[in-house]
T-cell receptor, first 117, second 116 residues
Framework: EPEVTQTPSHQVTQMGQEVILRCVPISNHLYFYWYRQILGQKVEFLVS????????KSEIFDDQFSVERPDGSNFTLKIRSTKLEDSAMYFC???????????????FGPGTRLLVL | AQSVTQLDSHVSVSEGTPVLLRCNYS??????LFWYVQHPNKGLQLLLK??????LVKGINGFEAEFKKSETSFHLTKPSAHMSDAAEYFC??????????????FGQGTILTVHP
């Protein structure tokens, strides 16, 4: 069964450093998402991406964050200058239909645990 | 705006007994509702989803959930718990007809413990 994969599974970085989190969505999917979960808090939406553009972003997704689909298979989240509060589990998800069709299901990867020291 | 409240942060049951994980939602539009499960060191796996068809939804591994609009609830049940059901469960809502296409809103999660 196709699945979303994410690398690395764990990343430790120093405050102020740039990190890139990588995701390989399911191959025929067109809609891509990033979510994060700070320890002890809810999973929260960061950004959605379709047709090489951001469709929607949350208040969390400020200028320090960017997303890119550099080729036909990868979807990346970049944090330019990490802060301590960026420490979280980051989940990538993909789907093949928009929610407005009421048939969308988002499939999630296993997550990347980011620790900023 | 949409929101989800999972009424229990932890639920503990004995193997073979019923499971009930409670979820209430708030949505301005016709919601789609989901339950996802996360086993340790694994991704979020879809258990089941409601998208305005039958109000009683059957999912994988014997789980089911009933959409009750009057109560704004979407509780998850299973008649008989198995040890392998021990995991964290998330109730999730997505709005259709609003401006937030694709955005999922999660509950805080319920950790299910199953005792032998």
């Amino acid at each position: 069964e196709p699945e979303v994969t994410q690398t690395p599974s764990h990343q430790v970085t120093q405050m102020g450093q740039e990190v890139i989190l990588r995701c390989v969505p399911i191959s025929n999917h067109l809609y891509f998402y990033w979510y994060r979960q700070i320890l002890g808090q809810k999973v929260e939406f960061l950004v959605s991406f379709y047709n090489n553009e951001i469709s929607e972003k949350s208040e969390i997704f400020d200028d320090q964050f960017s997303v890119e689909r550099p080729d036909g298979s990868n979807f990346t989240l970049k944090i330019r200058s990490t802060k301590l509060e960026d420490s979280a589990m980051y989940f990538c998800a993909s789907s093949d239909q928009r929610v407005s069709s009421r048939q969308e299901t988002q499939y999630f990867g296993p997550g990347t645990r980011l620790l900023v020291l | 705006a949409q929101s989800v409240t999972q009424l229990d942060s932890h639920v503990s049951v004995s193997e073979g007994t019923p499971v009930l994980l409670r979820c209430n939602y708030s949505s301005s539009y016709s919601p789609s509702l989901f339950w996802y499960v996360q086993h340790p060191n694994k991704g979020l796996q879809l258990l089941l989803k409601y998208t305005s068809a039958a109000t009683l939804v059957k999912g994988i591994n014997g789980f089911e959930a009933e959409f009750k609009k009057s109560e704004t609830s979407f509780h998850l049940t299973k008649p008989s718990a198995h040890m392998s059901d021990a995991a964290e469960y998330f109730c999730v809502v997505s709005e259709s007809g609003g401006t937030s296409y694709g955005k999922l809103t999660f509950g805080q999660g319920t950790i299910l413990t199953v005792h032998p």
